[in-house]
């Protein structure tokens, strides 16, 4: 069993920069894919960002040059990076993971996921 714990949301005004924590427990992380997905209220989740347990970084292309997912298996955290936040990005941030996965963009495909934390950006 892996849990996980998002912290890092908040308020804050276009133009600036938030950093999201995904903090597990109960296995390590070093053997699992992650995942940041987001979903705004009336719409569906949406993949944001993710990190194949091998390495390798992949993006949504609305967020692409502006978040940066990164991870610390020894710490057994990840992180989302925010920068020049939009108005658009509003939404709950939700972090996911599952072991030895590489469908990195596919909701369906994690088998773990946190409670989710809220990220509000002010036009």
């Known amino acids: 069993q892996v849990q996980l714990v998002e912290s890092g949301g908040g308020l804050m005004q276009a133009g600036g920069s938030l950093r999201l924590l995904c903090a597990a427990s109960g296995r390590t992380l070093s053997s699992y894919t992650m995942g940041w997905f987001r979903q705004a209220p009336g719409k569906e989740r949406e993949f944001v960002a993710g990190i194949l347990w091998f390495g390798g970084a992949y993006y949504a292309d609305s967020v692409k040059g502006r978040f940066s997912i990164s991870r610390d298996n020894a710490k057994n955290t990840m992180y989302l990076q925010m920068n020049s936040l939009k108005y658009e990005d509003t939404a709950v941030y939700y972090c996911?993971?599952?072991?030895?996965?590489?469908?990195?963009?596919?909701?369906?495909?994690?088998?773990?996921w946190g409670q989710g934390t809220q990220v509000t950006v002010s036009s």
């Open positions: 996911a993971a599952e072991q030895r996965t590489s469908y990195v963009g596919n909701a369906d495909y994690y088998h773990y």
